[in-house]
């Protein structure tokens, strides 16, 4: 049986109109997407240190001056943002998924909001948002100039 | 398997990347053999573009392939990736394309495709452990 998509994939990149929740889960779509792809072009990448020192630094400036600027910083800062969100946003939905930090079933009544989606659930985001935005500084500060925090 | 089994798979292999992916991120900073934590050094200060150190500095990323623990961490880590990877685009791809035949068609060519990112990657890491640079 074939169930209708009506919207398809468009939809999954249009969180107006919904909670934070339908941001996140666009964010975490995209970003898994784009981490996906980071992965293949990463592993061929990574396959040329069998090519000699040569072919080997010739890639990596090249991947860091691919339109003659220094562009490697800004495209690996992206790659770190967008896994650091998959990370976290993952521990969340890994935690809310099975059923943990929400809250009792109950019966639903008007207007039908969703007890799920305040609560535990909302402090968690804001606690893992706080360690994203540090964990993804740290990172960017030392992508940008080899410091260490 | 069923759908339940693959998509604990997921969320283990998810942490286990977390894990593995950490110690992927010291190793280009921190915990890296070169002696300046730095990704890229180069030549000069109006840099004619050449690498002469840093932590992608071809004998420091050498040294790592070459190293038995790192070798077996990116081993994991590629393991672990390439399952939560390859089964995210299926679940992605199953919601855009719905229907039986769909879905096994999806499976199979993920499967594959999977595979080949799999075996290209322990390729590198098994060539680099057995010093064939």
């Known amino acids: 049986m074939t169930i209708e998509n009506k919207k398809g994939w468009i939809s999954w990149f249009n969180p107006f109109k919904y909670g934070s929740d339908r941001w996140m889960f666009a964010l975490h779509r995209l970003t898994g997407i784009v981490l996906g792809l980071y992965l293949i072009a990463h592993v061929w990448e990574t396959s040329n240190i069998l090519n000699g020192q040569v072919t080997w630094n010739k890639i990596m400036v090249d991947l860091d001056y691919p339109f003659g600027v220094h562009f490697g910083p800004y495209i690996l800062s992206l790659v770190l943002v967008a896994a650091v969100y998959h990370a976290f946003n993952g521990i969340r939905l890994t935690i809310v998924e099975n059923g943990l930090m929400l809250p009792r079933p109950y019966r639903p009544e008007y207007p039908y909001k969703a007890k799920s989606l305040s609560g535990l659930n909302n402090v968690l985001k804001i606690v893992l948002g706080i360690f994203m935005i540090a964990v993804s500084a740290i990172g960017i500060i030392y992508i940008f100039t080899g410091v260490i925090i | ?133």
């Open chain 2, 1 to 133: 398997m069923r759908e339940s089994q693959i998509m604990f798979l997921q969320y283990m292999t998810g942490l286990l990347i977390l894990v593995f992916g950490s110690f992927h991120f010291l190793l280009i900073s921190v915990l890296s053999p070169s002696p300046q934590k730095v990704l890229y050094i180069y030549s000069g200060i109006n840099a004619s573009h050449i690498l002469v150190g840093g932590t992608l500095y071809y004998t420091w990323v050498k040294a790592v392939y070459s190293s038995l623990i790192w070798g077996s961490v990116f081993e994991l880590l590629l393991t672990f990736l390439v399952y939560h990877v390859f089964n995210g685009f299926r679940v992605i791809l199953s919601e855009i394309i719905p229907g039986g035949r769909a879905e096994k068609a999806i499976t199979y060519i993920l499967f594959i495709a999977g595979l080949i990112v799999f075996i290209w990657g322990t390729r590198t890491v098994v060539i680099g452990l057995g010093g064939g640079f």
